[in-house]
Structure formats: C-alpha cells, structure tokens
C-alpha cells in the first residue's frame, strides 16, 4: 500500500493516472550499453521516450566537482553498472541505487556512486539510477530554486509557456514527476532481472536501496509489492515523502534502514516502517543515529553516523548477500 506524506513538512498526493500511464512498460530495451567517462556501463531503461514524459524538452545538466556530483533535468532514465571488482568474488548480488535531491536534482556521487564503489569491494554489483525529475530550468534558475529550498523544498515556481516537463522543485511539480521517477524505480528492477545473466547476477537476489526522494522510491516499489519488479531486499535511507502508517506485505523482504534522530523528513517515517515490520514479523533493521541531519550520505562528519555504510554492509552479510 502506498502512502504519500510530508517532504519537509509539505503535504502533497500522488497523480495516479500518471503512474498508470507509466509503470508496465516491456523490460525489453533493445537499446544497447554505453561507456560512462569512468567506463562504466549505462542502460537506458526504455527503448524510446519514457512513457509519460512525451515533450519534454530539457537538457541534462552534470554539475559539480568530481567526487561531489550532481545530475538536474534528466528525461531519460538509466542505470549506470558497477561489477564487483575482478580480484573479489562475486556474490551474484545485485542492488539498484536510487540517489536523492527532492525529485529535482540527484546527489549522483554522495549517494550513487560511492555506495556502489565501496560495494563492489564486496562482491556486489550495483546499479545507480538515473530517474526522470522536474524540469529546473537554467543555471540561475536552478540556484534561486536551491536558495530558496532551505535545505527542503523550494515554493512553485510559473511553468514557463510552452513547456511540457513539470518545473521547478514545489510542490505542484514534485507532485506531477513523482509517479514517473516511481515507474522508473520499477521499470530498473524489470530491466536489471533481464539482464541479470550477462551480469553474472542471481535474478532472484536483486535488491533496491535509496536516499531521500530515492529512498520514497525504494521503498515504494517493495510496498507496491508488484511480482515483476519485487525486491529481494531493501535498504531505506533518511527516505522522504513517506507516511507514518504502513501495512507491510505480506511477503515483504528484508529491510534496512537508516537515518538521523534531528532530520525532521524521516526521523518518524522511517521508524514506523520499522514497527509495521515487526508486527508483521518481518525482518528489519534500524540504525537511527542522534546526530547526522538529512542527506548525510557518503560524506564524513566526524560523527558515528559516518559508519553508517558499514552497518549497511554488516547487515547484507548477515542476509549472506555481501562478501
């Protein structure tokens, strides 16, 4: 069952006909890989326009410094690669990552590709994803946007005349693109599962994890609880928009979870996510540190949330999904 709830205290429902449009595409891309600058793999998740975002018209923006990454206006969905490193032995384990950034920009290196470098060390293959997000226009554009987020999300911004894609990062626009970043978390799963054998992956141990806006994703796709994109397990970090009310499936995988006790987005939802498991008696894990606030990621904060990635590993170790 999903719920929709607050991001940033900030109330908004999901348009359903959107996600309907959007979510049971054919698995089958026909399109073939491509070589990222750090060759690495990319796979586009649909063979042509993704369904529902007909029009669109941005262009994707890289920005930021190697090692502190960004990625803003993306319309076509992907997954980039990383294999397990040739000297650690495969587990045949494979995660799809889902950074976060409010459905307007994701952290793609903070909470993408570090997650999926320091898993590699331990023999699985991860697979970052690159979902659709609201169109937030120019350089100028996108920084005012930011300034006035507050570390949350900004106010609505006028849809420029003519343009088709949702703009801005309020509300209204979170509201319009949330469905089609959700069919992307669904369609990543589809797509890794076909591919799973050139990958050396077992189509049966391919989890989902994500932070913030992909955090909602991630776990949205394992309560949506659909048999053809199911998880094999989950990991929820200081994940967004989620209610504080769940019914866990009745199959539902194992969940970890992680976040910060003075990060007001998902200090209550992620905990009540941990309850519904229990009382399903289903098995989860919860780390909720005192100090880390949101978006803590991969960065150091000389605090013990900083080993947060370690317990992460420790758990699929325990799940016997990690070297």
Same mark, same amino acid.
């Given at each position: ?6 991001f940033?205290m900030?109330?908004?429902a999901?348009?359903?006909s959107?996600? =309907?449009?959007?979510s049971?595409?054919t698995a ?5 890989p491509t070589?990222t600058?750090?060759g690495?793999q990319v796979l $586009?998740?649909?063979?042509g326009?993704?369904p529902g975002s007909e029009?669109w ?11 502190? $990454?960004g990625?803003?206006n993306?319309?076509i ?8 490193d ?6 045949g384990?494979g ?5 976060g950034?409010?459905?307007?920009f994701?952290? %793609? *290196?903070?909470?993408?590709?570090? #997650?999926?470098e320091?898993l ?5 293959a991860?697979f970052?994803l690159?979902? $659709? ?8 554009a996108?920084?005012?946007?930011n300034a ?6 900004p106010p ?10 949702p ?6 626009a979170?509201?319009?693109v949330?469905p089609?970043?959700?069919?992307d978390g ?12 050139e990958?050396?992956?077992d189509?049966?141990?391919?989890g ?8 909602y994703?991630?776990d949205?796709v ?8 199911r998880?094999a397990f989950?990991g929820?970090v ?9 019914n866990?499936p009745?199959?539902?995988p194992p969940l970890? #979870?992680a976040?910060? =006790?003075n990060d ?15 009382a ?9 540190y005192?100090?880390?606030?949101? &978006?803590? &990621?991969?960065?150091t904060?000389n605090?013990p949330?900083?080993?947060w990635?370690?317990r992460?590993? *420790? %758990?699929?170790r325990s ?5």
């Amino acid at each position: 069952m999903r719920i929709l709830a607050l991001f940033a205290m900030i109330s908004f429902a999901a348009t359903m006909s959107l996600a =309907q449009n959007a979510s049971a595409p054919t698995a089958d891309t026909q399109v073939p890989p491509t070589a990222t600058d750090e060759g690495h793999q990319v796979l $586009r998740l649909y063979p042509g326009v993704a369904p529902g975002s007909e029009g669109w018209t941005q262009t994707e923006v890289d920005y930021g410094n190697p090692g502190n $990454r960004g990625v803003r206006n993306v319309v076509i969905p992907s997954v980039t690669v990383y294999l397990p490193d040739a000297s650690t032995p495969s587990t045949g384990v494979g995660v799809i990552i889902a950074p976060g950034g409010g459905f307007r920009f994701e952290q %793609w *290196d903070n909470e993408g590709t570090h #997650i999926a470098e320091y898993l590699q060390k331990h023999g699985v293959a991860s697979f970052v994803l690159k979902y $659709r997000l609201t169109d937030t226009g120019t350089d100028q554009a996108f920084a005012e946007m930011n300034a006035q987020a507050h570390g949350a999300i900004p106010p609505d911004s006028p849809q420029p005349p003519g343009d088709v894609a949702p703009y801005g990062g309020g509300p209204n626009a979170v509201r319009k693109v949330e469905p089609l970043s959700l069919a992307d978390g669904h369609q990543a799963m589809r797509v890794v599962k076909q591919h799973a054998a050139e990958w050396h992956v077992d189509p049966q141990k391919i989890g989902i994890m994500g932070f913030s806006a992909g955090g909602y994703i991630a776990d949205t796709v394992m309560l949506d609880d659909k048999p053809d994109t199911r998880p094999a397990f989950v990991g929820s970090v200081y994940a967004c928009c989620l209610a504080t009310s769940f019914n866990a499936p009745s199959d539902a995988p194992p969940l970890f #979870i992680a976040s910060a =006790q003075n990060d007001p987005i998902s200090n209550k939802s992620g905990p009540a996510l941990f309850v519904a498991y229990t009382a399903a008696h289903k098995p989860a894990e919860i780390h909720v540190y005192m100090e880390g606030g949101h &978006g803590f &990621g991969t960065r150091t904060h000389n605090l013990p949330v900083d080993t947060w990635l370690d317990r992460f590993a *420790d %758990w699929l170790r325990s799940q016997k999904l990690a070297n």
